[in-house]
């Protein structure tokens, strides 16, 4: 085997019978043993590189494994994912990586993924028909799980933070006006549901939160109300969970007309629970005839037939009531900072960015009435002044000297 020489800090470098340029690169002890690793190419120059490569990742504090794509997934998942996170978010990421991420690239080494494997991959989810939030949420699932694996010194970058999902977003919040609103209130008077599509109007709060409600939330001497869970489906049961961020934890104040119909409402599910021949107590506010707690999908239906009675467009969404409550506030000139403590967003560019529509509208508005008030204000009226040829009572004013009359020679 003929040996090249070796430049300094190469390592070794060699080029073998067969013609093969190969380097080692000396890892260090590993569970007590010396590792090497081997890279090969077909110039001096290419096994340099990749060396040299090494031993930046080496300085950068990168710790060489053998684990795959799929094993290093399915270790995040137990590891991290399952003792840091709710269930339903534990579901949704298994099923990302074990439908999408694991069949794809789960035999890559993981120190070797690149882009390339990502983006071929986020592609033919785009051309199976998967819908554009699908494919971002599997390209999140990655990212999020790189992101540790980084912090780990298992790899050098974040290959998911590097690609494009593929597809446009079509998805747009149709918010209703101040007329469609009050067709939305016409529609719901009377309905078994009225009281908790108002909340969602008035309120802004999202289906979860609404359905979780409980009695003990609600405050009826101070009237407010606090938001502390969200009934959410987890592995087939509907359940109550933590709210979706802390800055979903947050008190409202109810307005004098929700406060009365709390109260009926409560009185009127008191009067169920006597009647039921079985009773679930589950404490919650809005409940079956049983006490059980309300499907979302009924909820749904019911609000599907509700816009259709009001004739509004049948793709409004139940959580465009939230948008719609928003909408409304910065329409009314609602400070964005109380917009974004009643809605419970973490950061106020969330809700500037989602109710940027209305932004222009609220500004001509603010325009307009500004011009009104300076037209209103009329300039006061001029003294009279005294002609050249009336008399005045007042002394005659003597001229002042140049070098004191305050202005400068022209």
């Not at 329409?331 to 974004?340: A, E, F, Q």
């Amino acid at each position: 085997m003929a040996q090249g020489r070796r430049g300094n800090g190469e390592g070794s470098v060699y080029k073998r019978e067969d013609g093969v340029w190969c380097a080692s690169a000396d890892l260090g002890f590993v569970n007590g043993k010396r590792k090497r690793k081997l890279v090969y190419g077909q110039t001096r120059k290419e096994v340099v590189e990749k060396l040299k490569g090494i031993q930046r990742e080496q300085a950068a504090g990168v710790t060489f494994t053998n684990l795959t794509v799929e094993d290093y997934l399915k270790q995040w998942l137990e590891q991290t994912v399952k003792r840091q996170n709710r269930v339903r978010t534990y579901d949704r990421y298994s099923g990302d990586i074990n439908n999408y991420l694991i069949p794809e690239l789960g035999k890559h080494r993981l120190g070797k993924l690149t882009p390339a494997h990502v983006q071929t991959l986020l592609n033919k989810l785009a051309d199976a028909g998967l819908s554009y939030r699908s494919i971002r949420n599997v390209r999140a699932a990655l990212r999020r799980a790189l992101n540790q694996a980084m912090r780990f010194g298992y790899v050098v970058r974040n290959v998911a933070t590097l690609v494009d999902v593929p597809g446009e977003v079509t998805f747009s919040a149709e918010p209703l006006d101040e007329e469609q609103a009050k067709k939305l209130l016409e529609a719901i008077t009377g309905h078994r549901y009225e009281l908790l599509f108002r909340i969602a109007l008035g309120l802004g709060m999202r289906k979860g939160e609404i359905l979780g409600l409980r009695w003990d939330d609600v405050d009826f001497e101070a009237a407010t109300l606090r938001i502390t869970g969200s009934l959410q489906r987890q592995r087939g049961r509907l359940e109550r969970t933590a709210t979706k961020t802390e800055a979903s934890i947050r008190v409202i104040a109810l307005p004098p007309s929700l406060i009365t119909m709390l109260q009926e409402h409560k009185q009127h599910q008191a009067e169920m629970r006597k009647v039921a021949r079985r009773w679930t107590e589950t404490g919650l506010v809005f409940t079956t005839s049983v006490g059980t707690p309300v499907e979302p999908s009924d909820l749904s239906r019911h609000f599907k037939q509700v816009l259709k009675d009001a004739g509004l467009p049948q793709s409004t969404r139940f959580h465009d009531l939230r948008h719609s409550c928003a909408t409304l506030l910065i329409v009314m000139g609602v400070h964005p900072r109380v917009v974004m403590e009643i809605l419970g967003h973490s950061q106020i560019s969330t809700t500037m960015n989602i109710y940027a529509h209305v932004l222009p509208r609220v500004q001509r508005e603010a325009i307009t009435g500004l011009d009104a008030m300076f037209t209103q204000m009329k300039p006061a009226e001029a003294k009279p002044q005294p002609s050249s040829n009336e008399e005045s009572d007042q002394p005659e004013a003597k001229p002042a000297d140049d070098k004191n009359s305050g202005y400068a020679e022209e």
